[in-house]
């Protein structure tokens, strides 16, 4: 597993695709929350806290994670470089684990900068310090579990084409009804007592419910079992090729 985390994390930092990923993040949420007139500004809100990052966060994400996995195993596919690798002494598992944590750092060395901003927001606080710590600690962690389903999406996602392009469309389209279709259907309360169960399916509540501050073991067991189903689905796909 190790050398094909390895392997990944060279992949992304001996081309421009890592440092472009995490400067893409960087700058579209830096311009956003503190650049741009809007409802986003943190500096025109006129109260300090992270709401307005954290609700664009998940957003950019839907297409900036799959942009970093398409590439995961269609590559592989396109090449047929996946047949040298079935035949290492590794097992399926330890292959997609290594490529899911490959993808899944670059993501957290995209997040890792913009810890800055707790220190900011804890400075333009009125007094200096008022910051709801909680919240914003449970909402980074939410963030990272949100992310870590992203990526098994996308990894899953590279299966399905040996095109890159069409693993990437396929990523965004099942992160995004995953993350607000489920929301969307049950608004439109076209299915009476059930909108609620239907809710809860998709990912945007349980997000949201940690973003709160309240670490409910509920919202972290349903992001884990999210991301090792569309894991477990990745393995499926490989063995069947």
Request: proline content about 3%; overall charge neutral.
């Amino acid at each position: 597993m190790l050398p094909i985390l390895k392997k990944e994390l060279n992949s992304f930092f001996s081309s421009p695709i890592g440092y472009l990923v995490i400067a893409v993040y960087l700058v579209i949420n830096g311009l956003f929350l503190w650049v741009f007139n809007g409802d986003f500004n943190i500096l025109h809100a006129g109260f300090a806290d992270l709401n307005s990052y954290f609700f664009l966060a998940p957003w950019i994400f839907i297409f900036l994670i799959p942009a970093i996995t398409m590439r995961s195993f269609s590559d592989e596919f396109n090449t047929g470089t996946i047949e040298i690798l079935r035949t290492k002494p590794i097992t399926i598992w330890q292959l997609i684990i290594g490529k899911f944590l490959g993808s899944l750092c670059l993501v957290i060395l995209a997040i890792l900068p913009t810890l800055i901003y707790i220190y900011s927001i804890y400075q333009l606080g009125n007094p200096v310090g008022n910051i709801n710590f909680g919240t914003t600690i449970g909402s980074f962690l939410g963030l990272l579990f949100l992310a870590a389903t992203y990526t098994a999406i996308g990894v899953f996602s590279s299966t399905i084409s040996k095109n890159q392009i069409v693993s990437f469309l396929v990523a965004v389209f099942i992160s995004f009804f995953m993350y607000y279709g489920f929301e969307a259907l049950a608004s439109n309360n076209l299915f009476g007592s059930l909108d609620y169960t239907i809710q809860n399916i998709g990912m945007s509540t349980h997000f949201n419910s940690i973003s709160k501050g309240v670490i409910d073991t509920r919202d972290l067991i349903y992001f884990t079992s999210l991301a090792f189903l569309f894991l477990y689905f990745t393995k499926i796909r490989i063995n069947n090729a």
